[in-house]
Each structure stands twice: as C-alpha cells, then as structure tokens.
C-alpha cells in the first residue's frame, strides 16, 4: 500500500531559485493536508514565508526528493487550481476591503532550480510568496493558551468579555470578506493572527484572518461545495454532510464554534471540549454557568445564549445571516458587559 501522508520535501538549509532571487529554508512551519508553509530568508536577508500547495508531480523534482505521491496525474492539476484560487480569492477580498487585516498570498514564485538542480515548468502555481507574520504578534491558538495559563485571580478580564471581544473583531474582517462576496470557508484558531497583543496591559491585540485555501465566491456556490477546510470541528454541517446550501451562515457557524471553545477552553493547557453534544445545544449555558463566566444579570444570560443559538445552530435557516448581523449583536453584548454593575 502507498502511504498517502506526504513528506515536507523541502528541509532547512535547502535553496530555491526562482527567476530573480534565492530563498534559503529556514524552518518548516506547518505541514498542512493541502499545503506545507516554510519560512525563509532571501539573498538579501528578508524573512518571507513560502506557503507551497501540493502536489508537485514533476518527475525529476519527485527523484531528487523521494516524495512518495499516492495521487494520480489529474490531482497536481485539480491542486494547481485550488492553489490559483487561493491566490485570485484573497487579492481580490483584500482589493475590496476596508480593513485590510487579510494575510494573503503575495506572488506566485516560479522556482528555476532546488538546491541548483534546475527544475524548469514544473513549480510555476505551487510555491506562493507571503509576509511573514513571525515576531508580530501570535496565531490566535497560542494567545488563548496564554491567557488560559494566567492565574484566574490575575485575569484582568472575564472569559465573556474576552470571548465576545475576540469574536467581534473575527466578525469585522470577516464582513469586509462577506460583502466582497466570498466565504472565507475555514474558521479556525490557526488561521487567525493577533497583532500585538499585550496581556500585561490586557490589550487583546488586532486580528488578521489567513488561509484562504477554502474561500469560495457566494454567487458560484451552485452545485457541489469542495470541502477542503482542515478544522472539521468548526465546519458547518451543510458542508460536513455535502446536504444543504452552503452560504455566509457557514462562517457563523464557524465563527460560533469558535465563541463557545473561547468561552470553555478550561484547563492550563488550552485544551478545549471536544464534544458538542445536541444536549448541550439545547440548553446552552445555564444561568449558574454563565456567571462563572462573567456574565452579571438576565440579560447578559439571554444575550449570550442567544448569540450562541444564532451562530451554531444546525440549521442554517436558523443563524444569523452573515458576519454584520452577528455582530450587531455581539457588539451589543460587549456594551452591557462594559456597563458599571449597579
Ligand atoms: N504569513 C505567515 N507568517 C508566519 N506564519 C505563517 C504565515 N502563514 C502561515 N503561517 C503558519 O503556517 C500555518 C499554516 O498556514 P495556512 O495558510 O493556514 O495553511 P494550511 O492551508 O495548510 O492550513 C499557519 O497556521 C501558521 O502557523
Ligand atoms: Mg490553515
């Protein structure tokens, strides 16, 4: 049997010539289902990061390297074009927005040669260009575990505020995505970047949104949605299941996932709940449970649970429509929590 688990094929130390410069590997940085990201440093020393989609299928590139591909011959093409409309996708959002805080990919690399060997048409559509993020602040995961790390009687903030904050400013670059017409299609902590966070004065930083390997154009959802997020947690049952119209509401559904981990992530490490039962879509946060998290009164109870019932119900009829209506109440929510308690 062919192992279908694809090896990084590039290693620290390896140098990739495209047509104008060189860019030495310096580290992997994740090794994705769809893709492996790299950092590396060009011949003038910037540090740029290397997003490459698979498959390479070219044959010499495949001998030097011993990747072991389990694809058929269709599959490099069928990803060049997944590749191609990450890239289209997201410039276009960024085109269209007003936030700009998208991490998109940059350019396309046309690689000339791997460790001097040349390699001529075959990398053109699988290596993309991205600023590197690193040292700017961190991926959203790895915040939540620090906050979570802090001693409880230290936090300056409640779980509610903190999770409603958080959501908000996810809402507001994913309704610069929404109103340029597209689904971002893969919600999740790792695609999200926090730009300058700092817990000691509590400020939580800015959010940018990345990955836009799933994004799709909302007017040509008709048909069959590719599913090719890598969170299956956050992804919407419509997609999930392939039963059902894929629309804004399946970021909601995402982006309430990802609320409810916020406001349940319990334990020093970050680990999160791995179940969502029905039951506990039914019932929701109790009044005792929803204290524990900050919340003071009724209404802050209600709203909340509301909130939740919009974003994560199963049935898409039934969430908020896309990211502004969510917002609208998210924003109405982090108001009552900033009211003095009476
Ligand atoms: N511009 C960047 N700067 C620094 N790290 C990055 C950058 N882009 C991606 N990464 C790292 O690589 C991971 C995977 O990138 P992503 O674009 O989400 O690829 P995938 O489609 O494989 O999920 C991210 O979660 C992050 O850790
Ligand atoms: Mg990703």
């Given at each position: 049997?062919?192992?279908?688990?694809?090896q990084?094929?590039?290693?620290?130390?390896?140098?990739?010539?495209?047509?104008?410069r060189?860019?030495?590997?310096?580290?992997?940085?994740?090794?994705?289902?769809?893709?492996?990201?790299?950092?590396?440093?060009?011949?003038?020393?910037?540090?740029?990061v290397i997003k490459?989609?698979?498959?390479?299928?070219?044959?010499?590139?495949?001998?030097?390297?011993?990747?072991?591909?389990?694809?058929?011959?269709?599959?490099g093409?069928?990803?060049?074009?997944?590749?191609?409309?990450?890239y289209?996708?997201?410039?276009?959002?960024v085109?269209?927005?007003?936030?700009?805080?998208?991490i998109?990919?940059?350019?396309?690399?046309?690689?000339?040669?791997?460790?001097?060997?040349?390699?001529?048409?075959?990398?053109?559509g699988?290596?993309?260009?991205l600023?590197?993020?690193?040292?700017?602040?961190?991926?959203?995961?790895?915040?939540?575990k620090?906050?979570?790390?802090?001693?409880?009687?230290y936090?300056?903030f409640?779980?509610?505020?903190?999770?409603?904050?958080?959501?908000?400013?996810?809402l507001?670059?994913?309704?610069?995505i929404?109103?340029?017409?597209?689904?971002?299609g893969?919600?999740?902590?790792?695609?999200?970047?926090?730009?300058?966070?700092?817990?000691?004065?509590?400020?939580?930083?800015?959010?940018?949104?990345?990955?836009?390997?799933?994004?799709?154009?909302?007017?040509?959802?008709?048909?069959?949605?590719e599913?090719?997020?890598?969170?299956?947690?956050?992804?919407?049952?419509e997609?999930?299941?392939?039963?059902?119209?894929?629309?804004?509401?399946?970021?909601?559904?995402?982006?309430g996932?990802?609320?409810?981990d916020?406001?349940?992530?319990?334990?020093?490490?970050?680990?999160?709940?791995?179940?969502?039962?029905?039951?506990?879509?039914?019932t929701?946060?109790s009044p005792?449970?929803?204290?524990?998290?900050?919340?003071?009164?009724?209404?802050?109870?209600?709203?909340?649970?509301?909130?939740?019932?919009?974003?994560?119900s199963?049935?898409?009829q039934?969430?908020?429509f896309?990211?502004?209506?969510?917002?609208?109440?998210?924003?109405?929510?982090?108001?009552?929590?900033?009211?003095?308690?009476?």
């Amino acid at each position: 049997m062919q192992d279908d688990k694809l090896q990084p094929e590039l290693k620290t130390g390896t140098v990739l010539k495209d047509t104008e410069r060189e860019y030495t590997i310096t580290e992997v940085l994740a090794h994705g289902g769809f893709s492996i990201v790299y950092s590396a440093r060009t011949d003038g020393e910037d540090e740029v990061v290397i997003k490459e989609i698979f498959p390479n299928t070219d044959e010499f590139f495949r001998n030097i390297h011993q990747v072991v591909w389990c694809l058929d011959p269709y599959t490099g093409e069928k990803y060049r074009k997944l590749a191609e409309r990450e890239y289209h996708y997201g410039n276009e959002i960024v085109s269209k927005s007003t936030s700009g805080r998208m991490i998109v990919l940059q350019q396309p690399l046309q690689i000339e040669s791997i460790d001097g060997y040349p390699c001529k048409d075959m990398a053109e559509g699988y290596y993309y260009l991205l600023e590197s993020v690193r040292g700017k602040g961190m991926f959203l995961e790895d915040l939540l575990k620090k906050i979570n790390a802090c001693d409880p009687e230290y936090q300056r903030f409640s779980r509610v505020y903190v999770a409603a904050n958080i959501t908000f400013q996810i809402l507001e670059v994913l309704k610069d995505i929404h109103e340029a017409g597209f689904i971002h299609g893969d919600l999740s902590f790792a695609n999200l970047f926090v730009n300058e966070p700092d817990l000691e004065t509590g400020d939580l930083g800015t959010i940018s949104i990345l990955d836009f390997g799933a994004t799709h154009k909302v007017e040509e959802l008709s048909g069959e949605y590719e599913v090719n997020a890598s969170t299956l947690r956050n992804m919407a049952p419509e997609i999930r299941t392939k039963c059902g119209d894929v629309s804004y509401n399946s970021d909601v559904y995402s982006v309430g996932m990802m609320m409810w981990d916020m406001l349940f992530y319990h334990t020093a490490e970050g680990k999160r709940r791995d179940s969502f039962s029905d039951r506990e879509r039914d019932t929701f946060i109790s009044p005792s449970a929803a204290i524990k998290l900050g919340c003071r009164n009724r209404e802050e109870v209600r709203l909340l649970n509301a909130i939740l019932k919009q974003s994560v119900s199963m049935d898409p009829q039934k969430r908020y429509f896309n990211a502004s209506q969510m917002g609208n109440d998210v924003s109405r929510l982090i108001r009552m929590l900033e009211m003095p308690e009476e």
